[in-house]
């Protein structure tokens, strides 16, 4: 069975930072790129950035450029995402998604994590 | 960034119609549009990729179709689980890949 299993809900306050963890079970680790999304309560999908799992390049989306670091530990199949400087218009669930590549360069999410829920709240 | 609306934003409907959710892109994605199926609590699935490809697993009632900037999906004979939201996301050249603010499909 192939899986991606997020690290548990946190609470933050504002201006710290937030480090979610995705571990991989079932299949190549290194073999797939590794996107994060999140999703604002009651709202819809945004992407954030994605991490191509064999050599840890990374992209992110321009929103969230110099507060986000995407890694990856290869000896443990898990990617990380973290986020600093959160603001309270950072808490959202935030997901892992697996790219299966069908298409190089047009990504799809064929696997998700369960999500992991990001609350800033003073 | 590419903008996505979906139409319409909720649609009621009853076990066994057919319903169908579009889809627009700000400008031509050819056919690098995904569909998904959200239920609460719970992540997307994936059930549609490249406009028109059904994803390994998910039932034949759904179907996809479009190019360019118009894209469609279609659910026949709708079932009781059918009942959530459905995202259409872009995975044209450029990131950020964006979704639309997708159809929350109830049961009339």
């Known amino acids: 069975q192939v899986h991606l299993v997020q690290s548990g809900a946190e609470v933050t306050n504002p201006g710290a930072s937030v480090k979610v963890s995705c571990k991989a079970s079932?299949?190549?680790?290194?073999?797939?790129?590794l996107h994060w999304l999140r999703q604002a309560p009651g709202q819809g999908l945004e992407w954030m950035g994605c991490?191509?799992?064999?050599?840890?390049?990374?992209s992110y989306a321009q929103k969230f450029q110099g507060r986000v670091t995407m890694t990856r530990d290869t000896s443990i199949s898990t990617a990380y995402m973290e986020l600093s400087g959160l603001r309270s218009d950072d808490t959202a669930v935030y997901y892992c998604?697996?790219?299966?590549?069908?298409?190089?360069?047009?990504?799809?999410?064929?696997?998700w994590g369960q999500g992991s829920l990001v609350t800033v709240s003073s | 960034d590419i903008q996505m609306t979906q139409s319409p934003s909720s649609l009621s409907a009853s076990v066994g119609d057919r319903v169908t959710i579009t889809c627009r892109a700000s400008?031509?994605?050819?056919?690098?549009l995904n569909w998904y199926q959200q239920k609460p609590g719970k992540a997307p699935k994936l059930l549609i990729y490249?406009?028109?490809n059904l994803q390994s697993g998910v039932p034949a009632r759904f179907s996809g179709s479009g190019s360019g900037t118009d894209f469609t999906l279609t659910i026949t004979s709708l079932q009781p689980e059918d009942f959530a939201t459905y995202y259409c996301?872009?995975?044209?050249?450029?990131?950020?890949?964006?979704f639309g603010q997708g159809t929350s499909l109830e049961i009339k």
């Open positions: 998604a697996r790219d299966p590549g069908y298409t190089l360069g047009h990504p799809m999410y064929d696997l």
């Open positions: 079932g299949y190549s680790f290194t073999g797939y790129y």
């Open positions: 996301q872009q995975s044209s050249s450029t990131p950020p890949y964006t």
């Open positions: 991490i191509k799992s064999r050599s840890g390049a990374t």
């Open positions: 400008q031509s994605i050819y056919s690098y």
């Open positions: 490249g406009a028109s």
